[in-house]
């Protein structure tokens, strides 16, 4: 009696600590990743990237004093793909959203980048459906981010 309710025991922990085990292990792999990166684009400390907001394996970070954003994405499938933009070079934002044919199906959603000089616009993408493993459901909460942030990098490059 005594020895099969310790080995149901040890099975439950098991089933339990192994995925919690993994998902420890990949945050502190990507907040690796998410530091040294941000150190690499610091460019030797002129950027200082002290607000930061991580949601469905997406960093966005931003410099208000100098005027630097950071966009890291690990939703992708190969290697992570990150984005910086130098905001002194920068006119306006805002986000461009691609909807599917007739219905309201949002595909993708983009921050774009007016550039002072030569007027040209800047697209860098937010949420694509395709990296949306389960099919929209990451879709409100990164659209609500989406918007926060827009606002954020408006105010900075308004200032």
């Known amino acids: 009696m005594d020895t ?4 149901i025991g040890l099975i439950i922990t098991i089933l339990i600590g192994i995925p919690l085990f993994y998902a420890m292990r990949s945050n502190s792999i990507n907040k690796a ?3 040294e990166i941000m150190t690499k684009f610091s460019q030797n400390n002129r950027f200082n ?3 930061t907001e991580t949601q469905n394996k997406k960093v966005l970070a931003i ?3 100098n005027k630097g954003f950071l966009l ?3 939703n992708s499938k190969e290697k992570e793909v990150v984005n910086f933009i130098d905001l002194n070079t920068v006119e ?8 599917e044919g007739n219905s309201n199906t949002i595909e993708k959603i983009d921050f774009e980048f007016q550039h002072k000089k030569d007027k ?3 697209s860098i993408p937010f949420y694509k459906i395709e990296n949306d493993q389960m099919g929209q459901v990451c879709l409100h909460e990164d659209h609500q981010l989406a918007k926060k942030w827009r ?3 408006q105010n900075c490059i308004s200032s």
């Open 4 to 7: 099969s309710v310790t080995i």
């Open 63 to 65: 410099d208000e004093k």
């Open 49 to 51: 990237f002290e607000k």
């Open 151 to 153: 606002e954020i990098i």
């Open 72 to 74: 890291i994405d690990f």
């Open 92 to 99: 306006s934002c805002k986000l461009a959203i691609t909807a």
């Open 120 to 122: 040209k616009t800047e």
């Open 33 to 35: 990743k998410t530091k």
